[in-house]
């Protein structure tokens, strides 16, 4: 498998392979797409009960849906869900791997912990994983260039249709 560089990913959105909504072309780099920060989050309620991480896990009973204006006020050591405003679309010979930025990490924002690897033939937008391990708050603001998308070639096709195959919520 090899990672996509700037020309490859140019020519696999000009042949309709991979499609990115809405597409900033100054956002594709060496090899990634930046990605921008949308105004929707889930903010995990305030509550000290337990919680069983099992299969049956589910986020929305420990969250809450909010949409912002203007900016995200994120304190220190609290866990946020966000959302990209674009939208990837990949065929079934691509994967990818959602990365967060160093400018952002150097100040103690971690905009992606776990879970970055993203299936072949996903057409979603990507959940964001934030939290913030810097001593101050930090405030975030949508249409941020937050996170980059790096592009993986397969070896052999397949299609995810998994639990989040078309999330558009955090």
Not at 123 to 133: A, D, G, T
């Amino acid at each position: 498998m090899s990672i996509l560089t700037r020309d490859e990913i140019l020519k696999e959105i000009d042949a309709g392979r991979i499609s990115i909504d809405p597409f900033h072309r100054d956002a594709v780099g060496p090899a990634s797409v930046d990605l921008r920060l949308d105004n929707k989050f889930r903010v995990f309620k305030k509550n000290h009960d337990t919680y069983d991480v099992t299969e049956a896990a589910n986020y929305e009973e420990v969250t809450e849906y909010l949409e912002v204006e203007d900016r995200f006020l994120l304190l220190p050591g609290e866990s946020v869900l966000g959302i990209t405003k674009e939208r990837i679309t990949l065929p079934p010979d691509i994967c990818g791997w959602l990365e967060g930025r160093s400018r952002f990490a150097r100040i103690g924002l971690t905009v992606h912990v776990t879970a970055g690897f993203m299936q072949p033939g996903i057409s979603n937008q990507q959940v964001l994983e934030i939290n913030n391990v810097a001593p101050l708050a930090l405030y975030l603001y949508p249409g941020t260039f937050i996170c980059q998308f790096i592009f993986q070639k397969c070896i052999g096709e397949a299609q995810y249709n998994g639990r989040f195959v078309n999330q558009f919520k955090p």
